[in-house]
C-alpha cells in the first residue's frame, strides 16, 4: 500500500528577533545569596534561557552586582535579599541593591528573592521595603526555575510591552 499526503508549502521563512552583538536580545542579572555557585539556581537558568537568546550576568555580591549595572545594559535583575555586601550588617546585600538600582538613570524591572535565612517579621519587613523601593514580583525560596519564568515572562509583557526590549539607543 502507498502512502500519500497531500503536498504541503514549504513554511515562510521566520525572520529572527534583533539580538545585540553579543547574540542576547534580554540581559538579566542574578545576585547569588551563599558560596558554592557550583549548585545555586542561578547557574541552572543560565543554561536553560542561553538558548532563547537570554544572557544571564551572575554577581556573588551586591558590589559586584553593582558593577555589572554600570558596565552592562541590563533589562532586569533577579535580587536575593540575602546577596552578602552593601552597607548594612544588619541585612543582606539584596535590599541595598535595590536602593541603589532605583536611583540608576535606567532602572531595570526587579524581582526580589525573598530569603529563608530571616525570621517571619524580619522577611515580611524586608519584603515590604522591597515593594515600597518599586520591585516587580517577589520569589520564594528556594526559587522554582518555572515560578522565575512565568515571572520573567509578565515582566516582559508589562514593562517592554510584551515584546523584546529595543538595544540601547533605538527607538
Known sequence: MLNVRPHQ???PELTPEPTSPSGARFRVLLTEDRARP?????RQLTQLVRPLGVQASIAADAKQ????????SIHA???????????????????????VVQRLPH?????????????????GRMLNQALNLGA??????????????????????????????PEAGQP
Do not use: C, M
Not at 552586582?65 to 552592562?72: C, D, R
Not at 552593601?86 to 535590599?95: K, P, R, Y
Not at 532602572?107 to 522577611?123: C, D, E, F, M
Not at 514580583?137 to 515584546?163: G, K, M
Open 107 to 123: 532602572r531595570p524591572p526587579v524581582v526580589v528573592v525573598n530569603s529563608h535565612s530571616y525570621s517571619q517579621k524580619q522577611s
Open 38 to 42: 557550583d549548585e545555586h539556581w542561578t
Open 65 to 72: 552586582a553593582l558593577a555589572i549595572l554600570e558596565s552592562t
Open 136 to 165: 516587580f514580583s517577589v520569589v520564594n525560596w528556594p526559587v522554582q526555575i518555572d515560578t522565575l519564568l512565568s515571572t520573567f515572562q509578565r515582566l516582559i509583557e508589562r514593562a517592554y510591552n510584551n515584546h523584546w526590549p
Open 9 to 11: 508549502p514549504d513554511p
Open 77 to 99: 535583575a533577579v535580587i536575593d535579599l540575602n546577596t552578602p555586601g552593601g552597607q548594612s550588617s544588619e541585612t543582606g546585600g539584596g535590599l541595598w541593591l535595590l536602593q
